[in-house]
Every structure is written in C-alpha cells, then in structure tokens.
C-alpha cells in the first residue's frame, strides 16, 4: 500500500528569556528526528568574541565587522549541541550571566542581525529542523509551517533562570534575576530591530503550570497535525 511521506517542517518557536524554549526545540528535535537549531548561541558566540576583544557594545560598526568573520558552528555531538566560535568549543563559555547580557545588547544591532539572519535561513531553508529565538517566526522564517510562542510569568521564568545559574555555581540571587528577566522583556520588546511579538499565526503556549515533556508532546501533537495536512 502506498504510503504518504510527510513532509520536512520548518518549526519555529519563539518567546521571551526563561520561558523554556531551549528545552522544548531539543525536545521536540528529538522526538521529531529532526535538527535543533539555537539561534540564541549564535548571538552568545558574537557576544563572547567580542568581550574577548574587548570591544565596546555600543560601537555597532565594530560589532558588525566581528559578525561577519566570524565563522559559528553547531554540532550534535552524544545527543548534545555544541556550540563552535572559529573552530573552539564554547558551549560552556557562552552560558555566563556576563555573555547573556551582552548578548541582549548586541542583538538589538539592525545590522548585526542582518548578518546572523541570514545564517539562520541558510541553516534551516530546507526544513526538518527546530529554530528558537526571539523573531524565529515573524523575521527568520515568517512562513513556517509551525510556530509556536512559549512564554510564562515573569516569576516563574526567573525562578527557572535563577535555577540554571545555582547548577552551574554562579552565584546570583533570586530578585536580581527577577529584576534581569524583567529588562530582557523590555529591551527585546522595545528594539528596533526584530521585536520579539508573537507572530499572528503563531500558537500561543503558556508554560507556567506545564512540566517540559508536557508542552513537547503538545507541540509534536500540532507538528503531527500539520504534517498530514501538507502531506501529497
């Protein structure tokens, strides 16, 4: 009997700091077969290159340059993504609290983006991947077949944050990253360049009261969905 073969999607899940979209795109990578493909990393991967460099973040030209020969790579390597910034691993590096925020100042650089932007489509333009950002699916990909946005309070998002960082021993407390999560919002939503929205498309999931596996078996459930729809 003749088998339909579904079709590679483009999955793009955006939302705004802690809301867990790392987790769900592994998951749901996983699950699917598909490539997880962290955008955020790209960003942190600049960041880092550039407070190596010590170059000021408000001088655009200069963090421009450095985007552009700059080479990122993102490898699964044992189940895991590593992250590669001109061939060294830095998966762990570019998870400091420092790299984050200056991540968040670096992205908000129209031309910057443009550079990392087109990366991203060139990583994920023919489908069977899982993209998490901030404008995956109103800039990156605005036709993917599924997008979700994944968002949580601003208290249970920071809990999750402040959770990560006791794990890795940095010492940072709960308020203070209350306080952090809360600018993020601000700076991500207020930036010229890319503001994170929810696409008019996109599904809309809270995860505050949700466990992880939970909302991955959801967002599997509507890539099903879509897959059979676009199915020959």
Same mark, same amino acid.
């Given at each position: 009997?003749?088998?339909?073969v579904l079709p590679n999607l483009i999955i793009a899940i955006d939302g705004p700091v802690g809301s867990?979209?790392?987790?769900?795109?592994?998951?749901?990578?996983a699950l699917l077969g598909y490539t997880y493909i962290d955008t955020g990393a790209m960003y942190r991967s600049v960041a880092l290159k550039a407070l190596r460099r010590q170059i000021s973040l408000d001088d655009t030209t200069q963090l421009t340059s450095l985007a552009r020969e700059t080479r990122i790579d993102l490898r699964a390597e044992d189940g895991t993504q590593r992250v590669f910034l001109d061939g060294e691993d830095v998966t762990v590096a570019i998870r400091t609290p420092e790299v984050a925020q200056a991540a968040s100042k670096i992205a908000v650089v129209p031309a910057l983006r443009k550079v990392l932007v087109?990366?991203?489509?060139?990583?994920?333009?023919?489908?069977?991947?899982?993209?998490?950002?901030?404008?995956?699916?109103?800039?990156?990909?605005?036709?993917?077949?599924?997008?979700?946005?994944?968002?949580?309070?601003?208290?249970i998002r920071a809990e999750r944050r402040w959770r990560e960082h006791q794990q890795k021993g940095d010492a940072? *407390?709960?308020?203070?990253? $209350?306080?952090?999560?809360?600018?993020?919002? =601000? /700076?991500? +939503?207020?930036?010229?360049?890319?503001?994170?929205?929810?696409a008019h498309d996109a599904v809309l999931v809270d995860s505050t009261a949700m466990e992880? *596996?939970?909302?991955?078996? $959801?967002?599997?459930?509507?890539?099903?969905? =879509? /897959?059979? +729809?676009?199915?020959?």
């Open positions: 009997m003749f088998e339909a867990g979209k790392s987790t769900l795109a592994r998951r749901v990578a087109a990366e991203q489509r060139r990583a994920g333009e023919r489908g069977g991947v899982v993209m998490e950002g901030r404008d995956i699916g109103s800039v990156v990909f605005p036709d993917a077949q599924l997008k979700i946005f994944l968002t949580a309070s601003p208290e940072i *407390d709960i308020a203070r990253t $209350l306080e952090e999560v809360r600018e993020r919002d =601000r /700076r991500d +939503r207020e930036r010229s360049a890319s503001p994170l929205v929810q992880p *596996d939970e909302v991955a078996r $959801l967002v599997v459930l509507l890539a099903d969905e =879509r /897959r059979g +729809r676009l199915a020959p």
